[in-house]
T-cell receptor, first 114, second 114 residues
Framework: AQTVTQSQPEMSVQEAETVTLSCTYD???????LFWYKQPPSRQMILVIR??????QNATENRFSVNFQKAAKSFSLKISDSQLGDTAMYFC???????????FGAGTRLTVKP | GAGVSQSPSNKVTEKGKDVELRCDPI?????LYWYRQSLGQGLEFLIY????????KSGLPSDRFSAERTGGSVSTLTIQRTQQEDSAVYLC????????????FGEGSRLTVL
């Protein structure tokens, strides 16, 4: 079975500081994609960053970057220079090339404090 | 429209009533997913449609739940004889074919069963 685990239900960080959200997954597949989605209080899920499993280079999107460790099945999200607008639920997600349903973790509620 | 549109935004119903939730996908997106998000929880996969293929219904929690996608476009999720445990946010997401897995989400329909 494919599972996604986020072990940090809640985190907080001071504005302008850096925070890392953890995610691990379990699969027997070799080809897959990993995602971090953000869900602000408005409920709209927004893609933050995506990583293809075949790529060794970690993905980056402005202040957001990932640490992808394929052997360890770990996919953490680093947010640099945190901003108040980063306050949201963050979900780690996973989909294989051959599977239809994207699996989501339970989420981490991040609060950025002024 | 430019994004995934869901209606109603909020629905309050009495236990035992039937409800219908609607999803209008992004034009041209061939894949459509329904997820359920209970309060403070992650996303639970319900059902997946891809083009004209038979839907993947493996996530539907009971036979009270059903979904249709007419003409490969609009989808309706129906819950019959609602129970209090059906209270949740129901999220619809769509996906372009060969899009490296990214899902585009609607804002969800919040269902409250009294």
């Amino acid at each position: 079975a494919q599972t996604v685990t986020q072990s940090q239900p809640e985190m907080s960080v001071q504005e302008a500081e850096t925070v890392t959200l953890s995610c691990t997954y379990d699969t027997s597949e070799n080809n897959y994609y990993l995602f971090w989605y953000k869900q602000p209080p408005s409920r709209q899920m927004i893609l933050v960053i995506r990583q293809e499993a075949y790529k060794q280079q970690n993905a980056t999107e402005n202040r957001f970057s990932v640490n992808f460790q394929k052997a360890a099945k770990s996919f953490s999200l680093k947010i640099s220079d945190s901003q108040l607008g980063d306050t949201a639920m963050y979900f780690c997600a996973f989909i294989t090339y051959n599977n239809n349903d994207m699996r989501f973790g339970a989420g981490t509620r991040l609060t950025v404090k002024p | 429209g430019a994004g995934v549109s869901q209606s109603p935004s909020n629905k309050v119903t009495e236990k035992g009533k039937d409800v219908e939730l609607r999803c209008d996908p992004i034009s041209g997106h061939t894949a459509l997913y329904w997820y359920r998000q209970s309060l403070g929880q992650g996303l639970e996969f319900l059902i997946y449609f891809q083009g004209n293929s038979a839907p993947d219904k493996s996530g539907l929690p009971s036979d009270r739940f059903s979904a249709e996608r007419t003409g490969g476009s609009v989808s309706t999720l129906t819950i019959q004889r609602t129970q209090q445990e059906d209270s949740a946010v129901y999220l619809c997401a769509t996906q372009r074919r060969l899009s490296a897995g990214e899902l585009f989400f609607g804002e969800g329909s919040r269902l409250t069963v009294l």
